[in-house]
């Protein structure tokens, strides 16, 4: 079992900046991903950020040039700078590690409690 512990959300003006983090705790395979989802009022819960064990990152078209994510591997950390945030930022964020034990099996899927992020204007 994983526990993922979020921190960093809060309300921020237009332009500004946050950071999240995330720490991770428990049985995490050495191939993971971990990652930021985010959902507003109404809306699905959408991918902004992932990041896999071996360094490789992928961003959602909204957030590419003002988001950055990075983790700490020894440490079991996720972290998302946010910055230029923007009104329709404003969701609830997730963070998320995916893990398998081997490449032929399904992964494990964890997920945060959520942290609100809102920007405004």
């Known amino acids: 079992q994983v526990q993922l512990v979020e921190s960093g959300g809060g309300l921020v003006q237009v332009g500004g900046s946050l950071r999240l983090s995330c720490a991770a705790s428990g049985s995490i395979f050495s191939l993971n991903t971990m990652g930021w989802y985010r959902q507003a009022p109404g809306k699905e819960r959408e991918l902004v950020a992932t990041?896999?064990?071996?360094?490789?990152?992928n961003y959602a078209d909204s957030v590419k040039g003002r988001f950055t994510i990075s983790r700490d591997t020894a440490k079991n950390t996720v972290s998302l700078q946010m910055n230029s945030l923007k009104p329709e930022d404003t969701a609830v964020y997730y963070c998320?590690?995916?893990?398998?034990?081997?490449?032929?099996?399904?992964?494990?899927?964890?997920w945060g409690q959520g942290t609100q992020v809102t920007v405004s204007s």
């Open positions: 990041i896999t064990s071996g360094g490789g990152t």
């Open positions: 998320n590690v995916k893990t398998w034990k081997s490449a032929i099996t399904r992964p494990y899927d964890y």
